[in-house]
């Protein structure tokens, strides 16, 4: 996009936001006189391993579009200061897509109106629940869960895509993006072993899954996962969605409940009075840019940490089969 376009843009968006009240929570990066590729990566998940694939590549500048979040992501639209970012100064788009954006079918008309490349990092992966038939009447949990960044495994493959995509699409610096990948294999290997070092102890036992985006977790640590309740992140079960959960964990015979972290406390603490361990796990919509990558995995170390301390918790009141 030229110069003159992007002012103008600008003036326009930036009145807009004026008119609207809205106030903007971040600087928009400088794109005058810039000669570096400026790439947004949608969310933190697909941003943290899209920097490890970008890292220093000269002249390419990486951002995170969208702020951190307490709800789920997949109810995020977008604002007027995320399109006036993307119309200011993005060159490429990198997006999770699957159903991780509700607003993937607007990136991609965005894409061709602005003229910037949308690349998609879950295509063509297999995903939890990618054989489930859904339909317009269906809600965003009854088909393929696009969470994959949560499992190691999943990670590794969504890193191979994005540096295959970079690679294709700015050949200057495909060597970069190639090297980088090999890198962020092997620390992400050796994260793997870090986490099966905690958790292999438990292998094999009985959990309940409270938010969508831990069933990888749960996979990843080989638990069995024996019930799952439906909720979004960030929300407090009352009454009858209260006690139908409590009585789907009881059927269930698990002692102990994978929550996000953000859940409400109150909530947290009806599960515990109920008998169960909470691990309250980190589920990555809370981070952003200046977490870098490096927030993955202290959030993914932190996420074993959890699960171990609830399932000790269990054991050590006796009530671990």
């Known amino acids: 996009m030229k110069t003159g376009k992007k002012r103008l843009l600008a003036l326009i968006t930036a009145l807009v936001l004026l ?29 943290a391993l899209a920097d490890m694939i970008v890292g220093d590549a000269p002249d390419v500048t990486l951002h995170c579009l969208v702020q951190p979040q307490d709800g789920c992501l997949r109810a995020y639209d977008l604002s007027d200061w995320d399109l006036y970012l993307l119309g200011y100064s993005a060159d490429l788009v990198i997006c999770g897509g699957r159903g991780l954006e509700r607003f993937e079918a607007r990136l991609q008309a965005l894409s061709e109106q602005m003229g910037f490349p949308l690349v998609t990092a879950l295509s063509g992966l297999t995903l939890y629940q990618d054989d489930v038939e859904t339909n317009e009447e269906s809600t965003h949990f009854e088909g393929a869960n696009p969470h994959l960044y949560m499992s190691i495994d999943g990670a590794m493959a969504i890193a191979e895509n994005l540096a295959a995509a970079l690679s294709a ?39 309940a899954v409270l938010n969508e985006t831990l069933v990888y977790v749960a996979q990843d640590y080989g638990l069995e996962i024996a019930a799952t309740v439906i909720r979004e ?39 515990e009075a109920a008998g169960y361990a909470v691990a309250k796990l980190n589920v990555l919509s809370t981070l952003g840019e200046s ?19 609830a399932f000790a918790s269990i054991e050590s009141e006796g009530g671990m089969p």
């Not at 090297?179 to 793997?192: N, Y």
């Not at 789907?248 to 009806?270: D, I, N, R, T, Y």
């Not at 977490?291 to 301390?309: I, P």
């Open 169 to 207: 699409l700015d050949a200057v610096h495909a060597d970069d993006y190639r090297t980088h990948l090999a890198e962020t294999l092997a620390r992400l290997e050796a994260l793997k072993s870090q986490i099966y070092e905690q958790t292999s102890v438990f292998s094999g036992r009985k959990v």
């Open 233 to 271: 992140s960030g929300e407090r079960l009352y009454d009858r969605q209260l006690d139908d959960c409590l009585e789907a964990l009881a059927q269930s015979g698990a002692k102990v409940v994978l929550l996000e972290m953000q859940a409400p406390q109150p909530f947290v603490q009806e599960l």
């Open 19 to 47: 008119l609207s009240g809205c106030t903007p929570s971040a600087t928009a990066p400088e794109a005058e006189g810039a000669q570096e590729t400026v790439i947004y990566a949608t969310f933190y998940p697909i941003y």
């Open 291 to 309: 977490d870098g990558a490096q927030g993955y995995f202290d959030a993914q170390l932190a996420n074993a940490s959890a699960v171990s301390e």
